[in-house]
């Protein structure tokens, strides 16, 4: 696609219940980074995939956050007995392979909107 | 792991001055890259100016530029002739080989007419 795309938009949810939400990055892209943004507050690094591995996940929060990437395109974040706590934008970006210069860039996608009621 | 650390959460800048915003980092790699992005109320993140540390140089685009002190762990980003639609949130970045980029906690940048 020409941009990365993420669903759903929004997503509200009741306490406790899991939600999935999906990141489909621009064809191409073999890094995915998914980041939590709280209202007003800066992003917080939840977990990085090369292909489909992920050799950084140090930023999930809580055995409830789960992620996964197949066929090195399409992400999906799991979040099992949602908290309120856990409202926030989620956002995914993805970057081009290779290192340096003009491959140095985020693109992130728009967003979901998570409210846990 | 790496840590990025903006301690202005709040910064403001008459229309066509010049204002700083500062960056630290930390990290024990040689091989990193560093970023300031700008996200205006759309939420959408812009890429404003990018340095790769192993570049003795500080980057310029245009009416930004960056001050690159590699042995400090500083990376601050000026913004010149300021204008109204610089307002917005900027987050510092870090990239290091096989980790993700990590952000900074924002500064959010007001510009008075």
């Known amino acids: 696609g020409a941009g990365v795309s993420q669903s759903p938009s929004n997503k509200v949810t009741e306490k406790g219940k899991d939600v999935e939400l999906r990141c489909d990055p621009i064809s191409g892209h073999t890094a995915l980074y998914w980041y939590r943004q709280s209202l007003g507050q800066g992003l917080e690094f939840l977990i990085y995939f090369q292909g489909n591995s992920a050799p950084d996940k140090s930023g999930l929060p809580s055995d409830r956050f789960s992620a996964e990437r197949t066929g090195g395109s399409v992400s999906t974040l799991t979040i099992q007995r949602t908290q309120q706590e856990d409202s926030a934008v989620y956002l995914c970006?993805?970057?081009?392979?290779?290192?340096?210069?003009?491959?140095?860039?985020?693109?992130f996608g728009s967003g979901t909107q998570l409210s846990v009621l | 792991a790496q840590t990025v650390t903006q301690s202005q959460p709040e910064m403001s800048v008459q229309e066509a001055e010049t204002v700083t915003l500062s960056c630290t980092y930390d990290t024990s790699e040689s091989d990193y890259y560093l970023f300031w992005y700008k996200q205006p109320p759309s939420r959408q993140m812009i890429l404003v100016i990018r340095q790769e540390a192993y570049k003795q140089q500080n980057a310029t685009e245009n009416r930004f530029s960056v001050n690159f002190q590699k042995a400090a762990k500083s990376f601050s980003l000026k913004i010149s002739d300021s204008q109204l639609g610089d307002a917005a949130m900027y987050f510092c970045?870090?990239?290091?080989?096989?980790?993700?980029?990590?952000f900074g906690a924002g500064t959010r940048l007001t510009v008075k007419p």
């Open positions: 970006a993805s970057r081009i392979p290779g290192t340096g210069g003009p491959n140095e860039k985020l693109f």
């Open positions: 970045a870090s990239r290091h080989r096989s980790q993700g980029v990590r």
